[in-house]
C-alpha cells in the first residue's frame, strides 16, 4: 500500500465518527467510509484495486436486488453493510496503524464528561449532556450514541491499554461503571478475570481461537436458553426491584424477537427480510430487537447476515491471540446491543492490528540489536 496520505490517520478520523453521536446517527462516518475507500482506491496496487472493483460492483448489484424487493432504506442497509465491511477488510495491509492523538483524547474526554455529568446531576440537578433515567440512577453517556454503546467503546480501549502496557486505566475503568451498563460490567469483570491466567495465553494461537469459537457457541445456547425462559417473567412488579426491572427487560426483549420470528415466517421473507427499519412496526411494544444478528436477518435477510458472519469470521482469522478474548465478549454482546453498525467489531481488528505490528516492530528491535 503506498503511503501517499496517511491511511492510519484516516481510520482513526472514521472511529471518532463512527462513535460521535451526531456523525454516527446521521450517516455521515459512512460517507468518510467511502471518501476513505476512494482514497485507498488511488493509492492501491493494480492488485488492491480488484478489491475495490469487486465492492463497487457488489454494492450496486446488491443496492438493486433490496430496492427492487423492497425500497430504498433496504437498498442504503445493503450499500452500508458493504461499505463497513470492505473498508475493515483493508485494514491488515495498512502498515502504519497506531492510536493517534485525536482518537485518544476523543476516548478520555468522553470518560471526564461522564465524571462531570454525574458530579453535576448529583450535586446541583443538572448535566452538560442528556441522560437517561434507569430505576432512579440516571445513565450519561457523553457525546456517544448511548451509554452501552459507550461502555463497550471504553472497555474496548481500556482492553487495549491492559494488553499493551501491562496496566488497568482506573480512570477509564470508573467511567464504565457510571454508564450502569449491567451486561458490559459482568462481562468486563469475566474477562478481567481470564486475563489475570498467564497459563491461558501462553497456548498456541490456534488453540485459543478453537476454545473462543467453541465458547461462543456455548454462550450462544445458554443465552437463547434462558431468554426463553424468562419469557414467564414478564409480567412481574417491577416497582421497587432493580433486579427484577432487569429480568422483564430481557423478557420483554426476547418477547419482540419471537414475534418479529412469527412475521417472518408468515411472510416467508427469509433470504431477503421484511425491510430495514420494519420490526418496531410488528413489535407489540414497538421495540427494536436490541440484537444486532437477529434484527439483521429479520430485516435484511439471510444474504445480509452471512456477508456479516463472514465478515466476523475474516476479522477473527487476523487477531492476534491476546485479542480473541475480547472480540468473542463483544461478539457475543451483539445479542443484546448493536455492534456491527456502530462499528466496535471493526474497532477490535484496528487494536489488535496495532498490537501485532508494535510487537514485529518489538522482535525485529531486539534482533538488530
Not at 498456541?204 to 417473567?233: H, Q
Request: glycine share 6%; charged share 15%; hydrophobic share 55%.
Amino acid at each position: 500500500m503506498k503511503n501517499a496520505l496517511s491511511f492510519n490517520g484516516l481510520y482513526n478520523v472514521f472511529f471518532v465518527l463512527g462513535f460521535y453521536v451526531f456523525t454516527y446517527a446521521t450517516n455521515i462516518y459512512i460517507v468518510f467510509a467511502c471518501c476513505v475507500l476512494f482514497c485507498l482506491f488511488l493509492a492501491s496496487t493494480k492488485e488492491h484495486r480488484k478489491m475495490l472493483y469487486l465492492y463497487i460492483f457488489t454494492s450496486i448489484l446488491m443496492g438493486v436486488f433490496y430496492f427492487v424487493i423492497h425500497d430504498g432504506g433496504a437498498a442504503y442497509r445493503i450499500f452500508k453493510t458493504l461499505t463497513l465491511v470492505w473498508l475493515t477488510l483493508f485494514l491488515p495491509i495498512i502498515n502504519d496503524l497506531k492510536i493517534n492523538k485525536l482518537l485518544h483524547y476523543f476516548l478520555l474526554g468522553n470518560a471526564l464528561l461522564i465524571y462531570i455529568d454525574v458530579f453535576l446531576y448529583n450535586v446541583f440537578g443538572f448535566s452538560l449532556t442528556a441522560g437517561v433515567e434507569t430505576y432512579g440512577f440516571m445513565r450519561f453517556s457523553g457525546i456517544i450514541e448511548d451509554s452501552n454503546f459507550f461502555s463497550y467503546m471504553l472497555f474496548c480501549y481500556i482492553y487495549y491499554l491492559k494488553v499493551t502496557t501491562g496496566r488497568y486505566n482506573f480512570f477509564l475503568i470508573g467511567a464504565v461503571l457510571l454508564s450502569l451498563s449491567l451486561s458490559l460490567i459482568i462481562t468486563m469483570v469475566g474477562v478481567f478475570f481470564l486475563l489475570q491466567i498467564k497459563s491461558l495465553w501462553k497456548l498456541p494461537t490456534v488453540y485459543i481461537k478453537i476454545w473462543g469459537g467453541i465458547v461462543a457457541g456455548m454462550v450462544f445456547l445458554l443465552y437463547y436458553g434462558l431468554l426463553f425462559v424468562l419469557t414467564t417473567v414478564r409480567d412481574i412488579d417491577t416497582t421497587n426491584d432493580y433486579m427484577a426491572e432487569k429480568l422483564v427487560s430481557l423478557s420483554l426483549r426476547f418477547e419482540s424477537q419471537l414475534e418479529a420470528f412469527d412475521a417472518l415466517a408468515v411472510d416467508h421473507d427469509y433470504w431477503w427480510g421484511i425491510g430495514a427499519g420494519k420490526t418496531r412496526e410488528i413489535t407489540t411494544k414497538e421495540m427494536n430487537l436490541h440484537n444486532s444478528y437477529l434484527q439483521m436477518l429479520l430485516e435484511m435477510g439471510i444474504n445480509c447476515l452471512l456477508i456479516v458472519l463472514v465478515f466476523g469470521m475474516w476479522c477473527y482469522y487476523y487477531l492476534d491471540k491476546h485479542f480473541v478474548l475480547l472480540f468473542v465478549a463483544l461478539f457475543l454482546l451483539g445479542n443484546v446491543l448493536e455492534v456491527f453498525y456502530f462499528p466496535l467489531l471493526s474497532f477490535i481488528l484496528f487494536l489488535s492490528l496495532i498490537y501485532s505490528n508494535k510487537e514485529k516492530e518489538d522482535c525485529l528491535a531486539t534482533e538488530y540489536a
